[in-house]
């Protein structure tokens, strides 16, 4: 059970995270604190005048600062600091105990002198303590929760005792009362100047144990905000690899990826025209960031659309569309992804040119069909991979674009399939002629296509 407010290994990522999350709690026990102090302090306006209202403001504005001071606690940077200000939260835990306990057992100043002490125990505010105790709970630390209740327990039993050496007051053992008629066990009873110690341990173990039961809920709402976070921090870095839809299925275990299944899906092969006779003029920094670039104008567009973004293969993009999770209307967005990363592209050779760097042209390849989608290779190196003659066809559709000079070579039923479900893309779509033969390199049977022209002047159907 971990102590205090701090995380071991604080410099990793997680352990940031969770101060974030422990500092927020702070923050808001602080603002409710506030709240709730502010609620009685009305309250005692009803109940209370003179010096006895003042006395009762005034331990309310302590436990407000000593709040102010447990948030603060929280807030250092400094290293060399952070196990004295652990030390310093749970010295003003208790002093908050002892504070409460002292504006409920000490007589307010204008109480009356004939006024028992003892009758303080009686007047049930020893709900206070179990009031300020909750607080605890928002400390994400059960190690303070559990400390706040032995705080407030033995600032109970103690205020008990003190009342017992004041005045008039005493008490009763069991022994005492089986020797007593039961007029004499109601007198003693109902003696203002009574004290019942048996009454006051059971309500200092009563404020011990649920102390101890805030402590487990908060090392249970501990570890599942761990988990949160490093599910967090896994998707984010797992997004910064795979698209969100596949990044969050791997987050979640991949228990679907590990069987094959067979989908309907469209698939796009993207790839740099020349890019080998590109590289040769580039540093391989300059390759590098050529790439990245490419890649990042490729998978805005990819992510914009709704797509997975399968894989890079040196310059060339592979992503699909209803792959991983069923997606209306698939055909129609993988077009929509084709185009804008043409125009991308265009755009992006245009701003090369003005700088006096070589043109970029790009080749896309989009078909649409069944496809197998599942993980491929062993426990130490698995790989999503999206299988299939709709696979293969793509890539050779891609592969014509420079035969043809083409931004976009996709196959017909594709195009059909992408104006039946999106009859916006109509002036896209007539831009596309269609190309002589009847079929595709490596595949047996017929598959039309379409090419549109490299350089087109069109815009992106989003």
């Given at each position: 059970m971990q102590f205090g407010l701090a995380m071991p290994h604080e410099g990793n990522a997680d352990a940031r995270a969770f101060s974030r999350e422990q500092k927020a709690g702070a923050l808001l026990a602080f603002r409710v604190r506030a709240l709730g102090c502010l609620v009685i302090g009305l309250t005692l306006m009803l109940r209370a005048s003179g010096e006895a209202l003042a006395f009762y403001l005034g331990m309310l504005g302590l436990l407000v600062l000593t709040g102010w001071l447990f948030y603060q606690t929280t807030r250092t940077r400094w290293s060399a600091w952070r196990r004295t200000m652990r030390w310093a939260r749970f010295a003003l835990v208790a002093a908050d105990m002892a504070i409460i306990t002292a504006a409920l057992i000490a007589p307010a100043p204008g109480t009356p002198e004939a006024w028992p002490h003892a009758m303080q125990l009686r007047l049930g505010n020893v709900g206070f303590l179990f009031l300020f105790l909750a607080f605890s709970g928002l400390s994400y630390s059960p190690g303070l929760a559990l400390w706040a209740g032995f705080a407030a327990g033995g600032a109970w039993l103690l205020g008990v005792i003190w009342i017992l050496g004041e005045g008039e007051s005493f008490t009763r053992g069991a022994g005492d009362f089986a020797a007593m008629e039961i007029d004499g066990i109601i007198a003693t009873?109902?003696?203002?100047?009574?004290?019942?110690?048996?009454?006051?341990?059971?309500?200092?173990?009563?404020?011990?144990?649920?102390?101890?039961?805030?402590?487990s809920a908060v090392w249970r709402g501990r570890r599942q905000a761990l988990r949160q976070i490093g599910a967090a921090r896994e998707r984010a870095t797992l997004a910064r690899y795979?698209?969100?839809?596949?990044a969050a299925e791997l987050t979640q275990g991949a228990a679907g990826l590990e069987e094959l299944k067979v989908s309907e899906a469209t698939i796009l092969f993207a790839d740099i025209f020349g890019f080998t006779r590109l590289a040769e003029a580039m540093t391989p920094e300059e390759t590098i960031a050529f790439l990245r670039e490419f890649h990042a104008l490729a998978t805005a567009e990819v992510f914009a659309n709704r797509g997975t973004l399968n894989k890079f293969i040196g310059d060339e993009v592979m992503a699909s569309f209803g792959a991983i999770h069923p997606m209306e209307r698939a055909p129609?967005?993988?077009?929509?992804?084709?185009?804008g990363i043409a125009r991308r592209v265009y755009d992006w050779s245009e701003a090369r040119v003005a700088r006096g760097l070589p043109p970029v042209q790009v080749g896309i390849g989009v078909h649409f069909g069944k496809v197998v989608v599942g993980n491929i290779g062993d426990s130490r190196c698995l790989e999503l991979a999206v299988l299939g003659d709709v696979v293969n066809i793509a890539s050779r559709l891609q592969e014509r674009t420079r035969e043809e000079n083409a931004a976009i070579v996709a196959s017909v039923d594709l195009l059909e399939a992408a104006g039946r479900d999106v009859p916006e893309l109509a002036p896209l779509l007539a831009a596309f002629a269609p190309l002589p033969g009847e079929s595709v390199r490596g595949k047996l049977g017929a598959v039309r296509c379409a090419a549109l022209p490299g350089g087109a002047d069109f815009f992106p159907v989003h």
């Open positions: 009873l109902l003696d203002p100047n009574y004290v019942s110690v048996i009454s006051a341990a059971q309500e200092a173990l009563l404020l011990l144990l649920v102390g101890a039961v805030i402590a795979f698209s969100p839809d596949l129609a967005a993988a077009l929509a992804c084709a185009a």
